[in-house]
């Protein structure tokens, strides 16, 4: 059973910096795209941050510039460096994967609350 498991959540206070991982773990045969989605209350998920597995990367608009997608392909992990954070990013963050496990399926984090407030 393949299990996403997301760390690095908390309070900041506005400018500041935090930094998610996501890590895969279980029988998993290749790892195509990882990303991280967000939804704050009251509103529906959206699309923060994507990366294939050749390292190509794709932003939302609000977050180009100061949020920076990456992944370790031998730990099975992305990550979101977040820089410049804005009481606007105040959300629940959800990490994806798409594993072939051998079927190609989509996986979802149990999502880490990241609160941008002074």
């Known amino acids: 059973q393949v299990q996403l498991v997301e760390s690095g959540g908390g309070l900041v206070q506005p400018g500041g910096s935090l930094r998610l991982s996501c890590a895969a773990s279980g029988i998993i045969f290749k790892i195509y795209a990882m990303g991280w989605y967000r939804q704050a209350p009251g509103k529906q998920r959206e699309l923060v941050a994507t990366?294939?597995?050749?390292?190509?990367?794709n932003y939302a608009d609000s977050v180009k510039g100061r949020f920076t997608i990456s992944r370790d392909n031998a730990k099975n992990t992305v990550y979101l460096q977040m820089n410049s954070l804005k009481p606007e990013d105040t959300a629940v963050y959800y990490c994806?994967?798409?594993?072939?496990?051998?079927?190609?399926?989509?996986?979802w984090g149990q999502g880490t609350q990241v609160t941008v407030s002074s």
């Open positions: 994806n994967a798409e594993i072939l496990v051998p079927l190609r399926l989509s996986y």
């Open positions: 990366i294939t597995s050749n390292n190509n990367t």
